[in-house]
C-alpha cells in the first residue's frame, strides 16, 4: 500500500465506507488538542464583548443611561441598536429578531448594548453598570396564557382527514385528556462564540461556532451593509449545538462582526454559561390537549389534537417545529380520521429554536401518550395496541398529509426487539414483583419510532462540495456542512475514499468555509450525510470520469471497464496505483478537481395544505425500558435498555451507534430531569447546572444493549444509508412510559397517571399520590 508521508500508522488502512472507523478528531478530543474557537491564537489588540441584558419580561425603554459602563475599567466602547448601520436583525425567516433591543424589550435576558473592553472580565463587569429606566408592559409568560389571548407566532396549522369527531362518536369507546411535556436548554459543553477579524477594504471574517455559516455571513452583511463577498464565516467544529447553532448563534456574530467593523479591531464574543441560558432559546415545551375514540382491541377510530408550544417573544424556526410536530403526530401509526392543530404561542420568554428532532419528539410523544392511556383503559399490554395501530405495509400506509409510507420496517423491527429483550417473559416478571412489592414498583414499556427525514423546507434539501486531489495523491475534501461532533466529516472522507478506492488515510475533510462552498443549508434535519455525502461523492465521480477518460485514451475499452479499488485503477490488464494515476493525471493537464452538488428528489409540500411529500423517506427504530421507582420518594433507577435502531446500510457503524446512545440519554434528560422554571416575573431560574440538571455517567443505565437493525435505504441514498443524528431521541419515550407504567401499578393499572414531562421524583411522586387519592 502505498501511505502519504506523516501518517500515524493507527489512522492507515482503516477502510472506507461501511466500517466502523473511529472519529477523525477522537486522537485530539481525547488529548485536549482539538482546536475549538476559543484556542484558535488571538490576534494582537483582540477585544472582548459582553451583552447588557434587559431585566423586564415585557417593557417600554425609557431611556438608557451607559456612562458609568463606559467609565468602566478597560471599557473601549459600547455599542446599541443606534450603532447598527445596517438592519437591526437576526431573524432567520421572519425579521421579528433584534440583534439589540430598540424602543421595547421582549424578554428577561434580552440583549440590549454591547460593552467591548480590552478584557473578557471587565467586558463582562462592565455590562452589568447599565441603568436602564423601563416602562413596564403587560407579559405573557406561559403557552396557556398565550393560548387564551390568540397571541400567536403565526396562524395556528391545521391538518384534516377523515371525520374525526364522528370516527370518536361512532367508536366503543372514547376519552379525553390532557398533559404537557417541558422545553430542554442545548446544553452544548462549547458555549455560543464568534471571533470577528476585520480584514483590509472593510471585510470581514469571522470564527463562528455556527451549524450555518451561509445564515451567518447574510446577517452579518445585512446588519454591516455589505454584499456577502466581503464576509467569510468558518468554522472548523463545534463542541456541539443539538440545533441550538442553527439560527441562534446569529445574534453573537453579528455583535462580534458590529464591534470589529466599528473599532477596525477583532473582537470575541464569548459567552459565560449563564448568559447563554438567559439569552438563547430551547426546546419548545408543548401542552396537548386530546379526544380519542376506540375499539375493544384498540384500534383507534378517530382522534383530534391540539398542540400548543411556547414560542418565545420572536418567530425563529418556530413554524417549521410547529410544522414537523404536526406531521410527527401520526409517529408509526395509521390514523384514519384525524384532527391536527399545530400552535406556537407569542410569550415573553427566550426565542424558543432548533433542538435535536426540531418538533417531532413533540408531536409523536402525544399519540403515544393517548396510546398509553387506550391500553390502561382496555386492560391490554400498550405494545398490543401499539401493534394493533401500526402503520400498515400496502394498504392502511398514507400518512394525514398525504404521503404514502413505502419503507415501512416497524412490524419486522419490533418483532425483532420483542423477542431479543425477552418482552413478554419481562413483562411477567415486572407483574409479579408488583404484586410482591409494596413500595418499590418497577414498569416497562417498548415505544417504537418512525421519523421522517428532510428539510421540512424543500429549497433547504441541497448541498454541494470541493474535492481536491493533490499532486502527491492525498485528497482534500470540502462541503457545506459543519462538524458538532457527530461524525460528519469523517463520513464524508469515508465516503470519498470510498468512492475513489482508496483508504482512508489519503482524505481529509477541511473547515466549513463560506469562500469554499456557498449558500448552504444548516447542518440539521440529521441530513447532513444524506446532502454533503452525495454531492462529495458527485465531486469524486466527475473526476473519476476524467481519470477514466485518460486511462481509456491511452489503453482502449470504455469508461465503465475501468475500476477503482484497493488503491489502484484497473483497465483490463493494466493497473496504476493511486499515485501514478494522479502523477500521470496531472502531467497529461487532467483536472485535479472537482465540485459536487446534490438535491434531494422527489420532495413536494404545500405549505398551505399541508400535504405533499415533505421526506424523502423514513428512519425506524424502537427501544424496551425498564425501570424501578421508589413509591414513597419518587426516586428511579433505569435497570436496563434494549435498543433496536434503523440506520439504513450503516456507513459507520461505531458513529451511528454512539449517535443512537447520545440521542437515547439526551432525550431520557429532557424526559426525566432537565426541567426550566420561569418565576412570576417570568425570568428563567434554571440558568446554570447548579439547578438544571442534565444526565451524567451514572444516569445511564448499567445495561444499555444497542443495534442497528439490518436494512438497506429503499430510496437511493448514499450508500443507502439513512440519517441518524435526531430520530433517536424518540426512543426516550420507552423511559418515560416505563416510568408511567410502574406508576400506575400502585393502582393495580385501573387508572391513567397525570405525568407531565419531565418527569421528575416530585412529578412521579405527585402522579403517584393522586392517583391513590381516586383509588
Ligand atoms: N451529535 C453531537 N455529538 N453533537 C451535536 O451537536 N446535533 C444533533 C445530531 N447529533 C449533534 C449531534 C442534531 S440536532 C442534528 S440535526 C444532527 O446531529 C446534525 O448532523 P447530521 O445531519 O450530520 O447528522
Ligand atoms: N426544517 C426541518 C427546518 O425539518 N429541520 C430543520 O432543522 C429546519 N431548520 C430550518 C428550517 N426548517
Ligand atoms: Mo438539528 S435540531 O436539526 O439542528
Known amino acids: 500500500m502505498n501511505k502519504p508521508a506523516n501518517l500515524p500508522e493507527s489512522r492507515l488502512s482503516q477502510g472506507a465506507a461501511g466500517r466502523a472507523v473511529t472519529h477523525e478528531s477522537a486522537h485530539l478530543h481525547v488529548s485536549g488538542e482539538a482546536t475549538y474557537i476559543d484556542d484558535v491564537p488571538e490576534l494582537q489588540g483582540t477585544l472582548y464583548a459582553a451583552l447588557g441584558m434587559s431585566q423586564q419580561a415585557h417593557a417600554r425603554i425609557l431611556s438608557i443611561d451607559l456612562s458609568e459602563v463606559l467609565a468602566a475599567p478597560g471599557v473601549v466602547a459600547v455599542l446599541t441598536a443606534a450603532d447598527i448601520p445596517g438592519a437591526n436583525d437576526c431573524g432567520p425567516i421572519v425579521h421579528d429578531d433584534p440583534i439589540l433591543a430598540e424602543g421595547v424589550v421582549q424578554y428577561i435576558g434580552q ?5 467591548i473592553a480590552d478584557t473578557y472580565h471587565a467586558a463582562r463587569r462592565a455590562a452589568r453598570l447599565g441603568s436602564i429606566a423601563y416602562e413596564a408592559l403587560p407579559a405573557i409568560l406561559t403557552p396557556e396564557q398565550a393560548k387564551q389571548q390568540g397571541a400567536f407566532l403565526f396562524p395556528p396549522l391545521h391538518l384534516r382527514r377523515g371525520e374525526a369527531e364522528q370516527a370518536i362518536g361512532g367508536a366503543e369507546h372514547r376519552l379525553k385528556g390532557e398533559f404537557s411535556i417541558g422545553g430542554q436548554e442545548q446544553f452544548y459543553l462549547e458555549g455560543q462564540i464568534s471571533y470577528a477579524m476585520p480584514k483590509e477594504d472593510n471585510g470581514m471574517h469571522v470564527l463562528c461556532s455556527t451549524q450555518h455559516p451561509t445564515e451567518m455571513q447574510n446577517l452579518i452583511a445585512h446588519c454591516l451593509n455589505l454584499p456577502n463577498h466581503q464576509v467569510k464565516v468558518e468554522i472548523r467544529r463545534m463542541g456541539g449545538a443539538f440545533g441550538g447553532k442553527e439560527s441562534q448563534s446569529g445574534l ?9 467593523a466599528r473599532l477596525k479591531r477583532p473582537v470575541k464574543v464569548r459567552l459565560d454559561r449563564d448568559d447563554d441560558m438567559m439569552i438563547t432559546g430551547k426546546r419548545h415545551c408543548f401542552n396537548y390537549e386530546y379526544e380519542a375514540g376506540f375499539e375493544p382491541d384498540g384500534l383507534i377510530r378517530g382522534v383530534t389534537v391540539e398542540m400548543c408550544s411556547r414560542g418565545g417573544f ?5 413554524g417549521p417545529v410547529a410544522t414537523r410536530a404536526l406531521c410527527h403526530f401520526d409517529n408509526a401509526y395509521f390514523l384514519s380520521d384525524v384532527d391536527i392543530r399545530s400552535m406556537a404561542g407569542k410569550t415573553n420568554t427566550q426565542s424558543n429554536t432548533a433542538f435535536r428532532g426540531f418538533g417531532a419528539p413533540q408531536g409523536a410523544i402525544a399519540i403515544e401518550y393517548i396510546i398509553d392511556d387506550i391500553a390502561r383503559e382496555l386492560g391490554l399490554d400498550p405494545l398490543d395496541v401499539r401493534k394493533r395501530n401500526f402503520y400498515g405495509k400496502l394498504e392502511r400506509n398514507i400518512t394525514p398529509y398525504g404521503m404514502t409510507v413505502e419503507d415501512n420496517v416497524i412490524h419486522e423491527l419490533v418483532a425483532e426487539l420483542e423477542q431479543t429483550s425477552d418482552y413478554r417473559a419481562r413483562r411477567q416478571a415486572v407483574l409479579a414483583f408488583n404484586q410482591d412489592n409494596a413500595v418499590l414498583k418497577k414498569g416497562l414499556a417498548l415505544t417504537p419510532l418512525k421519523f421522517g427525514i428532510s428539510f421540512n423546507v ?21 462541503h457545506g456542512g459543519t462538524e458538532m461532533g457527530q461524525g460528519l466529516n469523517t463520513k464524508i472522507a469515508q465516503i470519498v475514499a470510498n468512492e475513489l478506492g ?19 443549508s444548516a447542518t440539521a434535519a440529521s441530513s447532513g450525510t444524506d446532502l454533503n455525502g452525495k454531492a462529495a461523492q458527485d465531486a469524486a465521480r466527475q473526476i473519476k470520469v476524467r481519470l477514466s477518460q485518460m486511462l481509456v485514451d491511452r489503453y482502449g475499452g470504455t469508461l465503465d471497464d475501468v475500476s477503482y479499488a484497493d488503491n489502484q485503477a484497473c483497465l483490463h490488464e493494466h493497473r496504476l496505483s493511486w499515485p501514478d494515476l494522479v502523477r500521470t493525471a496531472y502531467e497529461r493537464r487532467v483536472q485535479l478537481w472537482s465540485d459536487g452538488f446534490y438535491a434531494t428528489p422527489k420532495l413536494n409540500w404545500d405549505r398551505e395544505t399541508l400535504k405533499g411529500r415533505p421526506f424523502f423517506y423514513f428512519s425506524y427504530g424502537a427501544a424496551v425500558s425498564e425501570v424501578q421507582i421508589d413509591s414513597l420518594t419518587g426516586e428511579w433507577k433505569l435497570l436496563r435498555v434494549d435498543v433496536l435502531h434503523d440506520a439504513g446500510k450503516s456507513i459507520n457503524p461505531a458513529l451511528d451507534i454512539g449517535q443512537v446512545e447520545g440521542a437515547f440519554i439526551q432525550a431520557m434528560g429532557w424526559l426525566t430531569t432537565e426541567e426550566l422554571w420561569w418565576n412570576n416575573a417570568g425570568k428563567l431560574m434554571t440558568h446554570a447546572p447548579s439547578t438544571y440538571k442534565i444526565p451524567a455517567v451514572n444516569d445511564c443505565p448499567d445495561d444499555f444493549n444497542v443495534k442497528l ?7 437511493d441514498t448514499i450508500f443507502r444509508s439513512k440519517a441518524v443524528g435526531e430520530p433517536p431521541m424518540l426512543l426516550a419515550f420507552s423511559v418515560f412510559f416505563a416510568l408511567r407504567d410502574a406508576i400506575a401499578s400502585v393502582a393495580q393499572y385501573t387508572l391513567n397517571p397525570p405525568l407531565n414531562g419531565p418527569a421528575t421524583s416530585e412529578r412521579i411522586l405527585q402522579a403517584i399520590t393522586a392517583i391513590r387519592g381516586l383509588q
Open 111 to 115: 440583549p440590549i448594548f454591547a460593552v
Open 252 to 260: 453573537f456574530a453579528c455583535v462580534a462582526a458590529l464591534a470589529a
Open 314 to 318: 420572536s418567530t425563529d424556526l418556530s
Open 458 to 478: 424543500v429549497h433547504f434539501n441541497q448541498a454541494g462540495a470541493l474535492v481536491h486531489i493533490y499532486t502527491d495523491g492525498s485528497v482534500l475534501v470540502n
Open 502 to 520: 482508496i483508504d482512508l488515510s489519503w482524505v481529509r475533510s477541511t473547515a466549513t468555509d463560506t469562500s469554499k462552498v456557498p449558500n448552504t
Open 709 to 715: 437493525f439490518n436494512n438497506r435505504n429503499a430510496e
